[in-house]
């Protein structure tokens, strides 16, 4: 049995931040895809209060929620440190992920769900949050100073997701002028192998969230 494997799925950027955390520490995994449109027993008996991927399996314990897999990882593997050593600065880092999560992704992904008079105002909503972090990010190569680590991985879907929901959901979520330190980030990330190797392909993602959005204006169409 491998010491280490990951319930996820290619196209979840929750998924992919643990790949990376995984791969930055040279740590072997094996990894188990997931349909979370058709969920395994695997995956309900591992997480059975959120029945979401990705779980990391670790000599057959569970642990589940990305951002808390991270810090797991991190402790568990102590080469390349992710989170910071200065507890004020583990606390920032810890507050700025949990924000990005609940706030920056869902408010992009909210804005690419409005529609009409509403969708104006979720994408300046999604840029406000944005920018925001944007602050944090001035005047360093990545968040945690030179070296990457836990809140670059958190943020680290803004390299390619977040481009994919501004073009599904018509709009200009991740605009340069409005976040530019964010762009800048971005190029310095996305060109760690580690990083680049572990994107899928943009057309499965474009194909992924076009679904995605269908479903959930069709469960919204139902529900008036
Ligand atoms: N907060 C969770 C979010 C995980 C999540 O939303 N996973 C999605 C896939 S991207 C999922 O499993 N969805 C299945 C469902 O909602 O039933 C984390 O960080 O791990």
Same mark, same amino acid.
């Given at each position: 049995m491998a010491e280490v494997k990951i319930i996820g799925s290619a196209a979840s950027l929750f998924s992919v931040r643990v790949e990376w955390a995984l791969k930055l520490k040279g740590i072997e995994y094996e990894y188990i895809p997931e349909d979370v449109r058709n969920k395994s027993e695997? @995956?309900?008996?591992?997480?059975?209060?959120?029945?979401?991927?990705?779980?990391l399996l670790h000599h057959g314990k569970a642990i589940s929620e990305s951002l808390l897999i991270l810090e797991y990882i991190d402790e568990?593997?102590? *080469?390349?440190?992710l989170m910071p050593e200065d507890p004020y600065n583990r606390a920032m880092a810890r507050f700025w992920a949990k924000f990005l999560d609940e706030k920056g992704? @869902?408010?992009a992904w909210e804005a690419c769900q409005a529609e009409g008079e509403e969708? #104006?105002? =979720? !994408? #300046? =909503? =999604?840029i406000q949050n944005l920018a925001l972090l944007d602050k944090e990010i001035q005047g360093k190569k990545f968040f945690g100073g030179d070296e990457i680590g836990y809140l670059d991985l958190a943020a680290g879907w803004m390299c390619h997701w977040l481009s !994919? @929901? *501004?073009e599904v959901g018509e709009m200009k979520v991740f605009d340069k002028d409005r976040v530019p330190s964010l762009h800048e980030w971005v190029q310095d990330f996305v060109h760690i192998p580690v990083i680049k190797e572990s994107l899928p392909p943009r057309e499965d993602l474009v194909n992924y969230f076009k679904g995605s959005l269908s479903? !959930?204006?069709? @469960? =919204?169409?139902?529900?008036q």
């Open positions: 695997l @995956l309900l008996k591992s997480n059975p209060v959120h029945k979401k991927i990705p779980v568990t593997w102590k *080469d390349n440190p992704l @869902l408010g969708k #104006e105002k =979720a !994408v #300046e =909503a =999604a !994919v @929901l *501004d479903y !959930v204006r069709s @469960l =919204a169409a139902n529900k």
